[in-house]
Nanobody, 124 residues
Framework: QVQLVESGGGLVQTGGSLRLSCVAS????????MGWFRQAPGKKREIVAA????????YYADSVKGRFTISREDAKNTVYLQMNSLKPEDAAVYYC?????????????????WGQGTQVTVSS
């Protein structure tokens, strides 16, 4: 049984930082592209960042480039999302997802497994 469990969300002031973690189990973690998505109230879920199986390539949404960093630690079956300079528009439920493709896809439909999400709230 595959499980993805996110943690690290919370309330932060504008300009603050958070680090999200996602621990995976029940799959061969190193064989999966890992992505972070987010969904704000009334909006569609959107990709935030993704990282290839090797960790050598990453993808970022334009809205987070230069502020967010995705990384992975295969020994711990964990993917991270470091979020700096947070803005109120970053507030959302953040989900991690796993895709067994060899390259990064931005479409959520491509991803096979999902976590339950962690709430990020940014106060202005």
């Amino acid at each position: 049984q595959v499980q993805l469990v996110e943690s690290g969300g919370g309330l932060v002031q504008t300009g603050g930082s958070l680090r999200l973690s996602c621990v995976a189990s029940g799959l061969t973690f190193s064989s999966y592209v890992m992505g972070w998505f987010r969904q704000a109230p009334g909006k569609k879920r959107e990709i935030v960042a993704a990282i290839t199986r090797t960790g050598l390539s990453t993808y970022y949404a334009d809205s987070v480039k230069g502020r967010f960093t995705i990384s992975r630690e295969d020994a711990k079956n964990t993917v991270y999302l470091q979020m700096n300079s947070l803005k109120p528009e970053d507030a959302a439920v953040y989900y991690c997802a796993a895709d067994d493709s060899k390259v990064i896809f931005a479409s959520e439909a491509q991803y096979d497994y999902w976590g339950q999400g962690t709430q990020v709230t940014v106060s202005s």
